[in-house]
């Protein structure tokens, strides 16, 4: 029979079994946190589902905005000069821009916090309501951190990307004075706008993790925070989205499709 080891690191025996009823017993005595990150993962991949079906027909910033970009390139493509439809790109380029070096500045920082763990611990035990987290959770809230600002990372880099494209699809659509055909002129229109709802769509994927990571945050406070900003986190981004009064100025004038 092999050996069996005690572990210094997890203060838990290594031998295989013990492995399942010391993971067993670490759910039963967490499960407020499990449950509790559950639903975090559940709001915030569910809310970004939701969005992205409720987007295509439904009367939303994003359903708004779509019909307001086929407007204004169906309006670039009469102009000669579309140089300030470029600008209004670029604009939009350095927007997405500063949020994906902030999230690179705050991924640097929540990896020097994984350094001085023991200290921030120390100063948030003495919030009010604050549970006592051991240090393997507290790295597990840390990465939450980091995975949503990865994440957020990836999708403002990707809608850079699709910006530029747009600013090319402008560029080489044909000019009036080429009399292309009301087909053409339609099928560039689509695209174009198209490509434009993806790299916002993507921005606002990126700015909806800076909201969830608010929610992430007060998980360092207590698991009952946790799951109310969840929620209320759901909740704001859905009365903005959905029926903020921004969105009914838009929609009293509503271009056509």
Known sequence: ??????????????????????????LQENQLN????????????GYLYYTSLRAVDTPCLAYAMHRFRKQWIRMALTREN?????????????NVSFFASASLLVLAGLVTLLNSS???????????????????????????????????FFKFTWS????????????????LKLLPTEEEMARHVDSISKMSSKASGNFNNGLRSYYFSMAALSWFVNAWFFIALSAF?????????????????????????
């Not at 499990?34 to 991949?45: E, N, P």
């Not at 579309?82 to 350095?94: G, Q």
């Open 118 to 152: 023991d200290a921030v611990m120390g100063m948030l035990a003495d919030f009010p309501f604050s549970d006592q987290s051991t240090r393997g959770e507290w790295e597990v809230k840390v990465m939450l951190l980091m995975f949503l600002f990865v994440y957020a």
């Open 233 to 257: 986190v759901v909740f704001v981004l859905y009365r903005r989205e959905f029926k903020s009064d921004t969105l009914g100025i838009m929609m009293e004038d509503l271009p056509d499709a």
């Open 34 to 45: 499990v449950l509790a990150l559950i639903f975090f993962l559940g709001c915030f991949r």
């Open 1 to 26: 029979m092999p050996p069996v080891v005690y572990c210094q690191r997890c203060k838990c025996l290594s031998d295989d079994r013990f492995m399942i009823p010391s993971t067993l017993t670490y």
């Open 82 to 94: 579309r140089i300030a439809d470029t600008n209004i790109v670029a604009n939009l380029e350095r």
């Open 160 to 175: 850079l990307r699709q910006y530029g494209l747009v600013s090319v699809m402008i560029g080489g659509a044909p000019e």
